[in-house]
């Protein structure tokens, strides 16, 4: 190793030593996940995609519905980032917004934001070609009810202008607090099983 760099370019050659160096340049950046999320959250004020606000006022608003309503500190993180994935992967952004969340909230709450999509289809999807029943198939799972809940009162409902909705700011504690320890550690590559995720 020289400079703080390790010697190998194939990982496979790397030597306990260098690893050990490339965990402490890790740790660090595990630990700013918060921070990156918030400003990630930040460009979604870009654009209202049509809607009478932005997506962060979206995210907002979904987040202070969720709090006003005595939702627990992980589901209000869940509401402020279960559209975080729109810029990035709008297609299957539930998918996306649900994986940056699984290391640090409970199964159920990954679920939720996981098919919060396919949910909140209900409401339009009769409209523009699509199955608003699509949920359906979902009906006898645990927490089928859950989703319906949550796309019900944090999601479908929060486009208004008008709305008295909480600033980033207020929520920052919380993002960092949920963010600061996975609940799992390296999902991603750890040896041995994964945790159990619900069947779907």
């Not at 050659?13 to 595990?30: A, I, M, N, Q, V």
């Not at 679920?111 to 909140?120: L, P």
Request: hydrophobic share 35%; net charge negative.
């Amino acid at each position: 190793m020289t400079d703080g760099v390790v010697d190998f370019v194939r990982m496979e050659d790397g030597t306990k030593e260098e690893y050990d160096l490339l965990e402490s340049y890790e740790k660090p950046f595990r630990d700013g996940v918060a921070d990156r999320l918030l400003d990630h959250l930040k460009t979604l004020d870009a654009s209202t995609g049509g809607y009478k606000i932005t997506r962060l006022g979206h995210s907002l608003q979904s987040a202070t519905l969720a709090y006003r309503d005595g939702a627990d500190e992980e589901m209000v993180v869940a509401a402020l980032f279960h559209d975080i994935g729109d810029m990035l992967a709008p297609s299957n952004h539930s998918d996306f917004a649900a994986a940056v969340l699984r290391p640090y909230v409970s199964e159920k709450t990954h679920w939720i934001v996981k098919h919060h999509g396919v949910f909140q289809m209900y409401y339009y999807a009769h409209h523009t070609g699509g199955d608003r029943d699509a949920r359906d198939r979902y009906k006898d799972h645990p927490w089928y009810a859950d989703c319906e809940y949550f796309c019900y009162n944090y999601d479908q409902n929060a486009f208004d202008p008008d709305y008295d909705t909480l600033p980033l700011e207020f929520f920052e504690p919380m993002v960092r607090r949920v963010f600061a320890s996975s609940k799992y550690e390296n999902l991603d590559h750890a040896p041995g099983e994964s945790p159990p995720v619900a069947a779907e």
